[in-house]
């Protein structure tokens, strides 16, 4: 692989390890059959409430083509295994969202379709060329680019004044000195909450400081693994102060996007969270009830003055393999992301 091998962002959960062994020879589609009168039927699968509005647009405009949006559960070792037990089975949607770091394993296991036979670099200029190059494995184009995640801090600032803090942490030594205080403020207050199931959250930290997990031997054609340089080992220490000092939410229940936690983010309890700019529509969607306290700054820094961040998340959409129609597939898909109508929901509505 040229772009896709060297993405620092690679989680490679293990139950969705464990669900590429899958045998994907098998691959359906939950769409008609070519043969059939009336229009093409194509199923979406995404995270977004929208998409099912998103769809609507699209058929209205084209009478030829009805895509069925349908909003997936977005909860740890839900969705994708669900993808890849679905394209077993024989039923998987037509068209699905994919995030980058899960773009490989779909690609390893032959479950996306190139979309290069239908004309992708036609609309290649109309992308950033780092998130293009996200779907790009040699001459295939696997995907076209949603959205990127850029990292920064989000800050319940009603909260931080609280606690005695002035300024938002320059610094991830200023940033355990204000889990400290904020602690102070009551055993229930914490700065963040601290997931140990997110592990796309936890390796943007280690890409922060310089730390990467995966490469590629090109020589040898094999991955490189090396999660043990002295920059992993400098934040792994980190978080580790902080959770054997208490500063940070251990919960299960009020690890990232569970209820406990959006419960937290709304009454003050978990009073920051270091997330890519998509977060930003999760604390409005979560937090509601603290509308007009958050606020957003860049992200701490190992070195201070330095100006360093990260990735997480991003997102493409996919054609999947064994769809009947995928070449209709692939006009929503470009459709979906070049029409400014389409664009125009995601941006009021989502973010």
Same mark, same amino acid.
């Given at each position: 692989?040229?772009?896709?091998?060297?993405?620092?962002?690679?989680?490679?959960?293990?139950?969705?390890?464990?669900?590429? /062994?899958?045998?994907?020879?098998?691959?359906?589609?939950?769409?008609?059959?070519?043969?059939?009168?009336?229009?093409?039927?194509?199923?979406?699968?995404? =995270?977004?409430?929208?998409?099912?509005?998103?769809?609507?647009?699209?058929?209205?405009?084209?009478?030829?083509?009805?895509?069925?949006?349908? &909003?997936?559960? !977005?909860?740890?070792?839900?969705?994708? *295994?669900?993808?890849?037990?679905?394209?077993?089975?024989?039923?998987?949607?037509?068209?699905?969202?994919?995030?980058?770091?899960?773009?490989?394993? @779909?690609?390893?296991?032959?479950? $996306?379709?190139?979309?290069?036979?239908?004309?992708?670099?036609?609309?290649?200029? &109309? @992308?950033?060329?780092?998130?293009?190059?996200?779907?790009?494995?040699?001459?295939?184009?696997?995907?076209?680019?949603?959205? /990127?995640?850029?990292?920064?801090?989000?800050?319940?600032?009603?909260?931080?004044?609280?606690?005695?803090?002035?300024?938002?942490?320059?610094?991830?030594?200023? @940033?355990? /000195?204000?889990?400290?205080?904020?602690?102070?403020?009551?055993? +229930?207050?914490?700065?963040?909450?601290?997931?140990?199931?997110?592990?796309?959250?936890?390796?943007?930290? =280690?890409? &922060?400081?310089?730390?990467?997990? @995966?490469?590629?031997?090109?020589?040898?054609?094999?991955?490189?693994?090396?999660?043990?340089?002295?920059?992993?080992?400098?934040?792994?220490?980190?978080?580790? +102060?902080?959770?054997?000092?208490? $500063?940070?939410?251990?919960?299960?229940?009020?690890?990232?996007?569970?209820?406990?936690?959006? +419960?937290?983010?709304?009454?003050?309890?978990?009073?920051?969270?270091?997330?890519?700019?998509?977060?930003?529509?999760?604390?409005?969607?979560?937090?509601?009830?603290?509308?007009?306290?958050?606020?957003?700054?860049?992200? *701490?820094?190992? !070195?201070?003055?330095?100006?360093?961040?990260?990735?997480?998340?991003?997102?493409?959409?996919?054609?999947?393999?064994?769809?009947?129609?995928?070449?209709?597939?692939?006009?929503?898909?470009?459709?979906?992301?070049?029409?400014?109508?389409?664009?125009?929901?995601?941006?009021?509505?989502?973010?």
């Amino acid at each position: 692989m040229q772009h896709l091998a060297r993405r620092s962002l690679v989680p490679m959960l293990a139950t969705l390890m464990v669900s590429t /062994t899958l045998i994907l020879a098998a691959c359906g589609s939950s769409s008609n059959a070519s043969t059939q009168s009336g229009p093409v039927n194509l199923v979406f699968w995404g =995270f977004n409430q929208q998409i099912a509005e998103q769809a609507a647009l699209f058929n209205s405009t084209h009478p030829n083509i009805h895509v069925t949006g349908l &909003q997936q559960p !977005t909860g740890a070792n839900q969705y994708y *295994p669900k993808v890849l037990s679905a394209i077993k089975a024989g039923n998987a949607p037509d068209v699905a969202l994919i995030e980058y770091q899960y773009v490989p394993t @779909f690609v390893a296991n032959s479950a $996306l379709v190139d979309l290069t036979q239908y004309g992708a670099n036609d609309v290649k200029s &109309q @992308f950033d060329p780092a998130a293009w190059n996200e779907e790009v494995e040699g001459n295939a184009v696997y995907g076209y680019p949603q959205d /990127t995640g850029p990292m920064a801090l989000f800050y319940n600032a009603a909260i931080f004044k609280k606690a005695g803090i002035t300024s938002p942490p320059a610094t991830w030594a200023d @940033f355990a /000195t204000d889990a400290a205080k904020i602690h102070a403020l009551g055993k +229930n207050y914490y700065i963040t909450a601290f997931g140990a199931q997110n592990t796309g959250w936890f390796q943007a930290m =280690f890409w &922060q400081a310089g730390a990467i997990w @995966f490469s590629i031997d090109s020589a040898k054609q094999a991955w490189k693994v090396n999660i043990n340089s002295a920059a992993a080992k400098q934040v792994a220490s980190y978080w580790d +102060n902080l959770i054997s000092k208490g $500063l940070v939410d251990t919960s299960a229940s009020d690890a990232d996007f569970q209820p406990g936690w959006g +419960n937290g983010m709304d009454h003050g309890t978990i009073a920051s969270w270091v997330s890519a700019v998509w977060g930003q529509g999760v604390i409005k969607g979560d937090a509601k009830d603290t509308s007009g306290k958050w606020a957003v700054a860049a992200m *701490p820094q190992y !070195t201070a003055g330095a100006n360093a961040s990260a990735f997480w998340g991003g997102s493409s959409i996919s054609v999947i393999a064994g769809t009947k129609h995928a070449k209709e597939a692939e006009e929503f898909v470009r459709w979906y992301l070049t029409d400014p109508g389409r664009l125009k929901i995601g941006v009021n509505e989502i973010g």
